[in-house]
């Protein structure tokens, strides 16, 4: 028995081997992250109340973009380009990304952090919701967020995926949950001020753990290797599609939020956000595999192996829609239960974008690993097209669609766009390669 598994696991080294043990150590720390966030939205929502919630979450939708800003493509661009070094033995070129990286993140965090500040003198007070002292503790928030996944980024790209994940995905939220719940415990009214510095705490130490896990798991080639010569500029050249990217993506991601913040109410917002966590939960599996499958495709690509691409993405996409179609079935029986019991009868109509959102996810869970799959083999800017393509959809269907139908107008946005940017990134790779990568495809070559 012991040697049948060990057949259908495959061994270490192995691609089968590589990936499901990569997908499901990924998975069970999404799942864990999962679990910490569905418990940290409970609190907040409980605590805070919808119209406080949607504050909170409206800020942070602001934060996310400056953090996209900050990092300037870095966390994704290192998992390729240290992965890339590392199959090259390119140790000086490597040890180069990682310092030159690290500088440009924290020297563009702390610019954007000042012109922040300068800019607070301009905001007006209580915009949509947001007191300037919201806006301040929001803005310290982006250098910490942003080195973080600059660290995780180098660390993923050294192989070590699951380790990676360990600051963002597991201390940073249990942490937050920690002292959420003493202040839950201690009767301290909680307000957005005091859940944004509870959420800094969480951040800084993440960020000190996953500086400290990058400097355990640097091999030791790497450290006795002399830096080549760093240029930044040519740094942010090769950054700079997977900062457009990266930016595409987290403006796609935030679109609904945000423009739900600009065009309804608060309460429309913290109502919003819970379906969002339910939406979000469901769909970390196929985070999970995306992040596992990553720095695989990059080294499989830069070997030349299209074989094994193909292989390693129609299961991936596999594995990953027949998950996402179990979970989403439950919430599809028993979703207004589920919301009256977990966040209260306030958070009710959250219902009917979560349906919206759950059936998008199902038909993006076909192409979803497209656009990591266009990055990792050096397509950053056509998968930065489409995503952007697809941000200037969202944002004209939202427009059109949230003052008629509010909520549910920003979940058929953000579904829709969703899914044609997967499928056009999935037609763009089939094209170029001759072969398809979706969950419908089959493991043979087409062209």
């Known amino acids: 028995m012991r040697e049948r598994l060990k057949h259908i696991v495959g061994s270490r080294e192995s691609m089968r081997g590589q990936l499901l043990r990569g997908s499901f ?20 929502a409980r605590m805070l109340g919808p119209e406080a919630l949607g504050i909170y979450a409206f800020t942070m939708a602001l934060v996310q973009l400056l953090v996209i800003g900050a990092q300037c493509g870095f966390p994704t661009f290192l998992v390729r380009g240290v992965a890339v070094s590392r199959a090259q033995d390119a140790y000086s070129d490597l040890k180069r990304l990682l310092f030159g990286s690290g500088q440009i993140v924290l020297i563009v965090s702390l610019l954007l952090l000042a012109a922040g500040i300068i800019g607070m003198w301009n905001f007006d007070d209580n915009f949509k919701g947001i007191s300037p002292t919201v806006m301040l503790i929001g803005l310290l928030l982006v250098p910490l967020l942003a080195l973080t996944a600059t ?3 180098a660390i993923r790209g050294l192989g070590h995926v699951i380790e990676g994940q360990i600051p963002s995905e597991v201390v ?3 942490l937050f949950l920690l002292l959420l719940l003493a202040f839950y415990a201690s009767g301290i009214t909680l307000n957005p001020e005091r859940a944004l510095l509870v959420h800094g705490f969480a951040a800084l130490a993440a960020l000190l753990l996953a500086g400290f896990i990058l400097l355990q798991r640097l091999p030791t080639s790497v450290r006795q290797a002399t830096a080549a010569d760093t240029s930044y500029t040519e740094l942010l050249r090769q950054s700079f599609p997977f900062l457009l990217l990266a930016g595409a993506q987290v403006l796609n991601y935030q679109t609904d939020v945000l423009m739900l913040g600009f065009l309804a109410t608060p309460v429309d917002v913290g109502q919003y956000r819970v379906s969002v966590e339910f939406s979000s939960g469901v769909g970390a599996v196929l985070v999970a ?34 998950i996402i179609i179990l979970f989403s079935s439950i919430f599809f029986l028993y979703g207004e239960a589920v919301i009256s019991f977990f966040f209260g009868d306030a958070y009710l109509p959250a219902l009917g974008p979560l349906m919206v959102l759950l059936l998008g996810r199902i038909f993006y869970a076909i192409n979803v690993h497209s656009g990591v799959a266009l990055s990792m083999f050096g397509f950053a800017w056509i998968a930065m097209s489409l995503t952007g393509t697809s941000v200037a959809l969202n944002v004209m269907m939202n427009l059109i669609l949230v003052p008629v139908y509010g909520t549910v107008g920003a979940a058929i946005a953000t579904s829709v766009t969703m899914v044609l940017t997967t499928t056009a990134g999935q037609v763009w790779l089939w094209r170029h390669y001759g072969r398809g990568f979706s969950a419908v495809s089959r493991k043979e070559f087409i062209g």
Not at 297 to 312: I, N, P, R, T
């Open 25 to 44: 150590g990924s998975a069970g720390i999404k799942a864990f992250y999962v679990l910490l966030q569905f418990a940290i939205g409970i609190i907040l």
């Open 151 to 153: 660290g995780a980024g």
């Open 172 to 174: 940073r939220p249990f």
């Open 289 to 322: 595999i995306s992040t596992a499958i990553a720095p695989m495709l990059a080294k499989l690509h830069a070997k030349g192996d299209l074989d094994g691409l193909q292989s390693v993405m129609i299961n991936a996409h596999r594995l990953g829609l027949i």
